[in-house]
């Protein structure tokens, strides 16, 4: 089978001399706290009281301050919570207002819950207010589903400056904010997220998927308040699927109360600070935005170069790269453009030959079309 290069995904780069030990660890430290009975012989409904503190601990570092552990559910992954979150707060029929360009997920979910994706129009730093007071106005959503730092797939980040803005016109229309914070722990010198601006009417999501480690599936949510969890997540809804497996909710706990976690989260940073330096030079003929601490490159395409045919010529030369399409709301047209993931390569030298065959391939389609 020939190789293939996976840069279609935004997993964080493996870090395997801090997070094995420090995973080990956990788990050694946690088998001995707990007997196998203990911890797996029960369900872990919102998490266990630690669970939802160690949650809070997590969450407060962005929040600025700790949220009543009440607040917290712990969940098996962001994925998991939207579930809960836009089946109960959307509902269908109703709207969602969401990026122009959003999380694939989202548009799934519409079709299974039956409620309407709005896009609401961004420039550089994500959703624009004025667009988002006119969406309100025509379409009445009843929530807004959001990335304020690092946006998937163009990695916009808001300015506090617009997060206020968002969050004042969330307050004028009576929107919740579903906040997906999940890649803002590797930028340095971020705002707040907008739930720290508007608690009252935030949903707060931090999954630990893209800085310690994708498989563990385990997300934190803040509700606005205590009961409001209750109510949408236990006991106040009897589905229960988005229940976090108790080993990694207890491993999770453990590497957030030992410090684990933050270690864990500067070796990721610090290597995509290296690998940054490995692909921006590499990029330099293209149109690309990136920011530090990203996980991937969006790359803007002229016109005359369709994505979908960039993507299977550097397929071909066997890297597989993801483009635009998957983000369009229905009935719109995706931009040219693709994104690369640039956490998931195995090496330098794997990413550097990966980046090379982009870059490549771009330019010859490129020449092919002046
Ligand atoms: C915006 C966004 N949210 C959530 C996730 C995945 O989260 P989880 O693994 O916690 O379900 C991803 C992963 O691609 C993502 O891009």
Known sequence: MTKIIEMSRTHPPLVPAVFDPEYRAAMQAVLSRYTPSEMV?????????????????????????QPEPGRVIVTNGTQSAFNMLLGGLVGQGNVLAVESLTYPPILVLAKRFGFIPKGVKMDGEG?????????????????????????????????????????????????????DDIYSLLPDDLPPPIAAIAPERSWYMLGVAKTIAAGMKIAYVVAPTAALAEAQFWPGVRATFWMAAPISAAVSTQLIETGGAERVIDAVRQEMVV?????????????????????????????????????????????????????????????????????????HSELDEAIRIIADSHGELLRRHR
Request: charged residues 25%; glycine residues 8%; aromatic residues 4%.
């Open 127 to 179: 959703i624009i207010p004025e667009a988002l007071v006119e969406l309100c106005q025509k379409d009445r959503p009843k929530a807004l589903y959001l990335l304020s730092t690092l946006q998937n797939p163009t990695t916009a980040t808001m300015s506090l400056a617009r997060r206020q803005a968002i969050a004042d016109v969330a307050r004028k229309y009576d929107l919740q904010i579903i906040e």
């Open 275 to 347: 690998r940054h330096r490995i692909v921006r030079p590499m990029l330099a003929g293209t149109d690309f935005d990136t920011k530090d601490g990203a996980l991937q490159v969006w790359i803007r395409l002229p016109e005359a170069i369709s994505a979908a045919d960039l993507a299977s010529n550097i397929r071909v030369r066997g890297v597989n790269i993801g483009t635009g399409d998957p983000y369009a709301l229905p009935g719109e047209t995706a931009p040219q453009a693709i994104r690369i993931g640039i956490g998931h390569a195995k090496s």
């Open 41 to 65: 012989g029960a369900h872990r409904w919102m998490g266990t009281d630690a669970d939802r503190s160690a949650g809070a601990v997590f969450t407060g570092r962005r929040l600025g301050t």
